[in-house]
């Protein structure tokens, strides 16, 4: 059986549903208690890097996260990452720049509604995400709603629907369906190889376009 590492960071998905406001919770350790049937697909193993709304994470999480999955790469064939929806695209993209050499999945996913709750998009996400995870699929992906983007093409357009993400100018990795289907013609050509993570990050980058906001 395939081995997975779930990395949590926080986001909707881990929330539970305390005086009326979505709060981060203990919850969180409950994800294989609510979703058992992720142990028939892989042998998983859980690691919590945070349990944050993702608009607080930043350079130094995504360090934590390509940290653990360094130290942990020989031991698992794939790693999923549950990550608020806010930023899921910044992570994605930041870790596709850091995980150089990368040749197994890692597949961040999250959900629109919570776990707990019964009419929940976390369940599908999460069991679609670890059983792509034990494919052979060498990139940084994310998976939302039955399709698999590249993380770094990947945009959030919904905050409504099931279907948060889309991939506008680049074709999915994979789909799920009745079946899955895996395009692996839109792998990355990797050379493969080792892995090595980098960590060089500026923090004195700023969006002009949110100048304007400040001239008034
Ligand atoms: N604000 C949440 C977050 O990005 C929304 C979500 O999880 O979808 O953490």
Redesign the pocket.
Known sequence: MKRILLIHT????G?ALKDGTLAPSAFVQKILEFVPEVKRIAEIESHIVAN????N?GIEHWIKIADVISANYERFDGFVIT??????VYTATALSFMLDGLSKPVILT???RPLSEIRTDARNNLINAVELATFSIPEVGIFFNNKLFRGNRTKKLN?WGFD?FDSPNYPPLAEVGVGIEIYKENFLKREGGKLNVLKNFSDKVFLRENFSFFKN
């Open positions: 926080g986001g909707t998905f929330m944050i709304d993702s608009s994470i990550h608020g929806t806010d930023t899921m999250g959900s629109q905050i948060a």
